[in-house]
T-cell receptor
Framework: DAGVIQSPRHEVTEMGQEVTLRCKPISGHDYLFWYRQTMMRGLELLIYFNNNVPIDDSGMPEDRFSAKMPNASFSTLKIQPSEPRDSAVYFC????????????FGPGTRLTVT | SQQGEEDPQALSIQEGENATMNCSYKTSINNLQWYRQNSGRGLVHLILIRSNEREKHSGRLRVTLDTSKKSSSLLITASRAADTASYFCATDQNSGYALNFGKGTSLLVTP
């Protein structure tokens, strides 16, 4: 398996624009997680899904952020409108069911909002 | 919310030395995990220790867990330059699947 795939790897956009980040989890994994990493706040869990259903979105910073998982092999994180304080590295991770609880991270998307 | 707090924030050692990183957390856990992150990359799982375990080994890694003190330590023995990375502890939320990460310990191993 190719591992968790994220696109794009880098995104530079202007304030006010819509940004869509994409993730393809590892085949067969039932859990999908979106994280945001900044120097100031570290790694924050934004939302996670189980079998394509959002389980906990309490980490989503505000209504400008939304996430979907239309099927088991694809998820999006959308920011609309984007703001400079959204600049961060966004990671997607997936995990199989069972008791291993190990999460497999993608390479991340570095977002810069100017 | 972040529950795990690593200590120290940064650690610099020479190859061959041992590196010890500590993690403290605030509420009860089911398990605790350690991850490594190389610069510009995603996190990689290293080891998981369950709340009923006190010590676990994996290669050059040794993890301890003291639930009474709500703390864990990661020991890397005979460090190598390739061990240079940031190390994070992660504690589980109720389900065991959602994790809270600390801000990490940045380890530099010089040849």
């Amino acid at each position: 398996d190719a591992g968790v795939i994220q696109s794009p790897r880098h995104e530079v956009t202007e304030m006010g624009q819509e940004v869509t980040l994409r993730c393809k989890p590892i085949s067969g994994h039932d859990y999908l997680f979106w994280y945001r990493q900044t120097m100031m706040r570290g790694l924050e869990l934004l939302i996670y899904f189980n079998n394509n259903v959002p389980i906990d979105d309490s980490g989503m910073p505000e209504d400008r952020f939304s996430a979907k998982m239309p099927n088991a092999s694809f998820s999006t994180l959308k920011i609309q409108p984007s703001e400079p304080r959204d600049s961060a590295v966004y990671f997607c991770a997936s995990s199989p069911s069972g008791l291993s609880y190990e999460q497999y991270f993608g390479p991340g998307t570095r977002l810069t909002v100017t | 919310s972040q529950q795990g707090e690593e200590d120290p924030q940064a650690l610099s050692i020479q190859e061959g030395e041992n590196a010890t990183m500590n993690c403290s957390y605030k509420t009860s856990i089911n398990n605790l995990q350690w991850y490594r992150q190389n610069s510009g990359r995603g996190l990689v799982h290293l080891i998981l220790i369950r709340s009923n375990e006190r010590e676990k080994h994996s290669g050059r890694l040794r993890v301890t867990l003291d639930t009474s003190k709500k703390s864990s330590s990661l020991l890397i023995t005979a460090s190598r330059a390739a061990d240079t990375a940031s190390y994070f502890c992660a504690t589980d939320q109720n389900s065991g699947y959602a994790l809270n990460f600390g801000k990490g310990t940045s380890l530099l191993v010089t040849p």
